[in-house]
């Protein structure tokens, strides 16, 4: 007899290599041709194939699946993951600026996953603020193309800044695997 489980089967929707997500021909994430030149066309290539792949991992799913969270007393979820990305990247700018700090987006502490609910407006809003705040930070730091520059009030160097920006969304992206498992199963990198 087998026994029914509440826990989504693991599914992929590749059939190429049953690990990945998607299909190595419909991945948007592969490039075809040579990889970058140089450095800062690689860091930026990184960025970009990490900042998809939390979108991918959010596609097809509505908002009460967005803001599923993982596992008591965690507050995380994918809803919390996008509008968490949002606040990092502002606070990003921070660092650049020599002025005063932008406010935060979503209030104080653990704001940005506290208030990830199950609300289509929240879900809409979320996407619009990562991708206002991504192109924002992005428009800053392009006009820094010197790795060795020294930026911000702190002096932070703009290579170790989009160095963490790529293990800020890796990391994510990895916490973002996990969830969407658990949300309906589908797996792959």
Same mark, same amino acid.
């Given at each position: 007899? /087998?026994?029914?489980? &509440?826990?989504?089967?693991?599914?992929?929707?590749?059939? @190429?290599?049953?690990?990945?997500? %998607?299909?190595?021909?419909?991945?948007?994430?592969?490039?075809?041709? $040579?990889?970058? *030149?140089?450095?800062?066309?690689?860091? #930026?290539?990184?960025?970009?194939?990490?900042?998809?792949?939390?979108?991918?991992?959010? +596609?097809?799913? &509505?908002? =009460?699946?967005?803001?599923?969270?993982?596992?008591?007393?965690?507050?995380?979820?994918?809803?919390?993951?996008? #509008?968490?990305? !949002?606040?990092?990247? #502002?606070?990003?700018?921070?660092?650049?600026? *020599?002025?005063?700090?932008?406010?935060?987006?979503?209030?104080?502490?653990?704001? *940005?996953?506290?208030? !990830? @609910?199950?609300?289509?407006? $929240? $879900? *809409?809003?979320?996407?619009?603020?990562? /991708?206002? /705040?991504? !192109?924002?930070? &992005?428009?800053?730091?392009? =006009?820094?193309?010197? +790795?060795? /520059?020294? %930026?911000?009030? &702190?002096?932070?160097? %703009?290579?170790?800044?989009?160095?963490?920006?790529?293990?800020?969304?890796?990391?994510?992206?990895?916490?973002?695997?996990?969830?969407? =498992?658990?949300?309906?199963? #589908? %797996?792959?990198?």
């Amino acid at each position: 007899m /087998e026994r029914m489980s &509440d826990q989504p089967a693991r599914w992929s929707q590749a059939t @190429v290599y049953p690990d990945m997500w %998607v299909d190595p021909d419909d991945d948007p994430r592969n490039s075809e041709g $040579v990889s970058p *030149d140089g450095e800062l066309p690689t860091l #930026r290539e990184f960025l970009t194939d990490y900042r998809m792949t939390l979108r991918m991992k959010c +596609l097809g799913l &509505d908002a =009460e699946q967005l803001a599923r969270r993982s596992v008591p007393p965690s507050t995380m979820s994918l809803l919390g993951l996008l #509008r968490h990305l !949002a606040e990092v990247e #502002r606070d990003w700018r921070n660092w650049i600026s *020599d002025g005063d700090p932008l406010p935060k987006l979503y209030g104080e502490r653990d704001a *940005d996953f506290d208030g !990830a @609910v199950a609300e289509q407006a $929240v $879900v *809409d809003a979320a996407y619009v603020d990562l /991708e206002r /705040e991504q !192109a924002a930070t &992005d428009a800053a730091l392009a =006009e820094h193309p010197d +790795l060795g /520059e020294r %930026v911000g009030k &702190d002096g932070i160097a %703009v290579r170790e800044l989009l160095v963490h920006r790529i293990e800020e969304y890796a990391r994510h992206c990895g916490h973002a695997d996990l969830l969407r =498992e658990c949300v309906d199963g #589908r %797996v792959g990198q």
